[in-house]
């Protein structure tokens, strides 16, 4: 009897195990990127869907293949339409769950019920990885992808390889795609990281203040050093300053943001900015030298006043121009003063623009190099 059920048990792994439903590798499209461009041409299709997808059999070692990759578009009415408009031109399906990067183009920044749309359906979808590095393009979205092309092609993907590889860098905040949703559904205003075509290669740089889903501005890459200073956000990042006629190169290697907050008759919120750092290149002759710590304390205060005019140049624009609070005085708020952010919450976009934001800079430089 024992023997008997021995031999049903066996028999019975023929039909329970194994994977009946699998696609090998070289079977799929691994999309790695999408861009989205406005189609002023279609009415049913308002979008441009661009597709890029690794060549996977010219990558490693063992490559049979030179080109890299491969990129296609289609005007369609989503995202996950055009897929469906793309099938029957590719040899495989589409696999979604390696998108690394979606760039949405500038036309489309000004249309904010189409943005809204965009970023509802990948929130919607579960084939979507929410970590997705959203990008904007300072034109066509298409245009950077098939730029993107010309450069060595990585298992990641060269755009998303150079958002992880700096995220350190004041360069550019990067962004996902739940940070994004996380930011307008508090405050209405996000930050998300610009990319550039700049001799037929993209460039990611400054970035692009965005308003209830709509365009509000670029920034260039001082502003946007000085909001991840204000963001607590800085870990590694090279200045340039004049000390005494000459170049001083100061290397931040750490940086510390604090706010502190008064209700008085008006909204008080002060920054204190502390770094440190290093002399990375500065030109030395007899009379002022590194070593001499009297020089190190101009040097410094040097610093501190370059730092605290683009800061306060920065916030004022955010106040005045922008009218956009990415630099996070409402969240500060709303988690250590939740009672009063209950009476101004509905108001605050009308109530940023008027408080006032002082800021202070402690620049401490502890290394000056080996030379003398």
């Known amino acids: 009897m024992k023997e008997k059920l021995f031999i049903i048990l066996m028999l019975s792994l023929f039909f329970i195990s194994g994977c009946w439903d699998k696609a090998e590798i070289e079977q799929r499209t691994f999309v790695s990127d999408i861009g989205v461009d406005l189609n002023k041409k279609g009415e ?41 408009e793309l099938s029957t031109r590719v040899p495989f399906p589409f696999y979604y769950k390696h998108v690394k990067v979606l760039i949405l183009g ?9 943005v809204r749309e965009v970023i509802d359906e990948l ?6 990885n929410k970590k997705v590095q959203i990008l904007v393009a300072e034109g066509k979205a298409k245009d950077i992808i098939e730029a993107n092309i010309t450069r060595e092609q990585t298992v990641d993907g060269v755009i998303y390889s150079t958002v992880k590889d700096n995220k350190t860098s004041s360069r550019f905040t990067s962004q996902t795609l739940t940070g994004l949703i996380s930011n307008f559904d508090f405050s209405g205003v ?34 946007n050093r000085a909001i991840s200073l204000l963001n607590n956000k800085v870990n590694n990042e090279t200045m340039d300053v004049i000390y005494e006629g000459d170049l001083v190169s100061y290397t931040i290697t750490n940086a510390k943001s604090t706010k502190k907050v008064e209700f008085n008759d008006e909204i008080n919120v002060n920054f204190s900015i502390r770094t440190e750092g290093y002399i990375q290149g500065y030109i030395m002759d007899g009379e002022k030298t590194t070593f001499d710590n009297e020089v190190l304390e101009e040097m410094e205060k040097t610093i501190e006043k370059d730092i605290k005019k683009e800061l306060d140049k ?10 956009a609070d990415v630099i996070g005085v409402g969240e500060h708020i709303s988690k250590f003063e939740s009672k009063d952010w209950k009476k101004i919450k509905n108001n605050w976009d009308n109530i940023f623009p008027d408080i006032n934001i002082n800021t202070t800079v402690d620049v401490k430089i502890r290394r000056t190099g080996l030379t003398k």
């Open 314 to 323: 920065t916030i004022d624009k955010l106040q005045k121009t922008y009218k």
């Open 44 to 84: 049913m299709n308002r979008f441009i869907v661009t597709y890029q997808y690794p060549n996977i059999n010219a990558i490693g070692k063992n490559a049979t293949e030179d080109k890299k990759s491969y990129v296609l578009s289609t005007p369609c009415s989503s995202i996950f339409q055009a897929g469906r």
């Open 190 to 223: 996000s930050l998300i990281p610009r990319v550039t075509i700049i001799d037929d290669r993209y460039v990611i740089s400054g970035g692009c203040i965005m308003k209830n889903y709509k365009y509000v501005a670029w920034i260039d890459e001082k502003e």
């Open 123 to 128: 929130n919607r979808d579960t084939k979507i």
């Open 106 to 114: 500038e036309e489309l920044l000004h249309e904010e019920n189409l």
